[in-house]
């Protein structure tokens, strides 16, 4: 083993020992990390910025010294002086590397930027928003009527819209009077109309009539990534969808990872909810910028997370998440103001977070129920929010059933030798002819196939990086028709596949999907740990899928949704070779894109929808895969590719899947698979 320090580059994952005294950059490069830099390493440009962090890192088995890199140097301070540097960067140029290290690159710091595919989906709501415009003429203060002009604002809004007796925070009694005189006793103001937790109040004042309009943000806080929607609360029109990767990713890609860092540094729980607080900040004013807003019309604004992101949002330290029995500090919804959670939106801006369900059942799989509205349904419905960490729902108007599965970050191409987040280059779809055994496949920012004309050209300024979520698993899919791998997940030698991409690596084989080395790109291979990855992901996902389907009694479900970013990029043929999920008609097999963000939107823009999903949690009864005997032998199960017990006809009836076993050296596979026994 290497005495060398260990370098962990996040949110790639990206690892490898690198000698004292490597620059940061050059690590980055040998390790293929997607770091800029167009100075060569002179600390002009400023470009390759990166994040060291500190303390102990289970995940990664490291224990990160404050002395881990270089001490500052004049370059940097030459830097500082001149454009400035965020608190806790580096020039990846600069700082050299002393011992084990774990390394933040941000966003702007990556040549390819990250595709947060959390778009917002077409959906018809019902407009009935916390806070609305009304526009009313006010009496003149009269020496015989000695009343205030708040007092005489409070009486027009009542008499005009029935409106009660309103509240008013300091700010607008700042703006009152002006705004009346100036609007020659005519203003308009925008009312929050209260809810559980606040009262009715005026929070904004405009002299004469206001025509413009005020906003909302739908924000989906995700463990990868956190997605914004900017809604106009009047129209109901999203104008404009951002997102960022979630700064928290440097403390631990999976949410179990960064509960053992909030154990593990005394500060950890703190750091991560000002990383992630100051990452929302960023995001606001990123989107308020692509619409061309001031940020001080966003007026409302809700959230939804998993439990985990829930409490580091809140600044409530999550180590009672990772340990049995999972306890929420709450499970209610919350009313807030954004200056609680030091969100810089309007000054009275409001804040509502869905009701988690339990344990680790949070408040995104809440609003996916209220987006897809399984406790409606009259066909049995299984709904999967595929991500880092699954929510899954299973439900028709007899029950619903939920339960949380922990996927790990393999699907968004973390842990995978050649994986990437999604971005412009990443190959996402890969086809392998039968005959020949070789792939073809399509990058991020192009439609054309790698061995059609014009692909060259097509990806010309991006090139080829990496392998995305969706492109492994279609890769994996597709190898297992092909034969080239068999069901325990076993790459075969080129001798076993045919296959002249098939390469001996180490005690295993690995299959070479692209090789751009002799023009100095990546060689893109899949190796069978990679595969193992997913193997684990996968059977994660399809054993708590089982279990409810255990739970309620089926052996088969009447569709299957599949939501999340993630989940609307997967192709349903593939997720089933795979097994990732149950055997069904692919038509029957859909995608809800992003659907807890829907929900989140629901929820901005009807309160009425606030209180439905308050009640419609309460009858969703939660079940706890950690302590459920049946969630192992599943998973055990659900390991094969796609299942080692479990029948998939209606698969097998559409693609032929080879019965191969790779460990033999030959092309039977020992027997036939056991059915399901009962």
Known sequence: MSKDPLVVFTPSGKRGHFPVGTPVLTAARQLGVDLDSVCGGRGICSKCQITPSYGEFSKHGVTVADTALSEWNSVEQRYDDKRGLKKGRRLGCQATIQSDVVIDVPAESQVHKQVVRKRAEARDIVLNPSTKLYYVEVAEPDMHDPSGDLERLQQALTRDWGLPHLEADLGVLKTLQSALRKGAWKVTVAVHLGDAVFSPRIIQIWPGFYEGTLYGLAVDLGSTTIAAHLCDLQSGEVV???????????????????????????????????????????????????????????????????????????????????????????????????????????????????????????????????????????????????????????????????????????????????????????????????????????????????????????????????????????????????????????????????????????????????????????????????????????????????????????????????????????????????????????????????????????????????????ETVQNIHKIETAIEPRFQEHFVNASNIPNAVEPFPILESIVMIPKVNHNQGGGGEGGRRRRRSR
């Not at 969808?241 to 403390?251: T, V």
């Not at 339960?403 to 987040?421: D, H, L, N, W």
């Not at 971005?423 to 054309?448: C, M, N, W, Y």
């Open 240 to 614: 404009a969808s951002s997102g960022i990767m979630n700064p928290q990713i440097r403390f631990g890609e999976d949410l179990m990872s960064r509960v053992s860092y909030g154990m593990m540094n005394p500060t950890g729980s703190d750091e991560m909810t000002k990383a992630v607080r100051e990452g929302m900040n960023a995001l606001f004013v990123q989107i308020a910028s692509e619409a061309g807003i001031d940020r001080d019309l966003i007026v409302d604004a809700v959230f939804v997370c998993n439990p985990v992101m829930h409490h580091l949002f809140l600044g409530i330290d999550a180590y009672e998440l990772g340990q049995a029995p999972f306890a929420l500090a709450t499970s209610e919804s919350m009313s807030l103001r954004a200056s609680e959670l030091d969100l810089n939106l309007h000054p009275a801006s409001r804040v509502y977070l869905l009701p988690c369900i339990a344990g680790h059942v949070g408040a995104d799989a809440a609003a996916v129920a209220l987006s897809e509205a399984p406790d409606k349904s009259d066909d049995l419905v299984l709904i999967v929010d595929v991500g880092t960490n699954a929510e899954i729902l299973l439900g028709n108007k007899e029950k619903v059933l939920a339960c949380s599965s922990p996927t790990g970050p393999a699907f968004e191409g973390a842990q995978i030798s050649s994986g990437q987040r999604a971005a412009p280059g990443a190959i996402e779809h890969v086809e392998i002819d039968p005959e020949t055994k070789l792939p073809r496949f399509q990058v991020i920012g192009s439609d054309i196939w790698s061995d059609e004309e014009g692909f060259d050209a097509a990806i010309a300024q991006t090139g080829i990086t990496g392998i995305c979520g969706s492109g492994i698993i279609e890769v994996i899919a597709e190898m297992r028709m092909s034969g080239i791998v068999d069901g325990p997940g076993l790459i075969g030698s080129a001798e076993q596949t045919s296959s002249p991409n098939c390469f001996v690596d180490g005690r295993t084989n690995s299959y070479l999907l692209y090789d751009g080395t002799e023009h100095g790109g990546p060689k893109i291979t899949v190796t069978n740990t990679d595969i193992r990855q997913i193997q684990m992901a996968k059977a994660a996902l399809y054993s708590g899928a089982r279990l409810l389907m255990d739970k309620f009694g089926v052996d088969k479900v009447d569709r299957v949704v599949l939501a999340g970013a993630f989940g609307a990029h997967i192709s349903p043929k593939h997720a089933m070779v795979l097994g990732m999920i149950p055997d069904a008609p692919l038509d029957k097999v859909t995608s809800a894109g992003n659907a807890a963000g829907t929900g989140a939107r629901i929820a901005l823009l009807n309160t009425d929808a606030r209180r439905e999903i308050e």
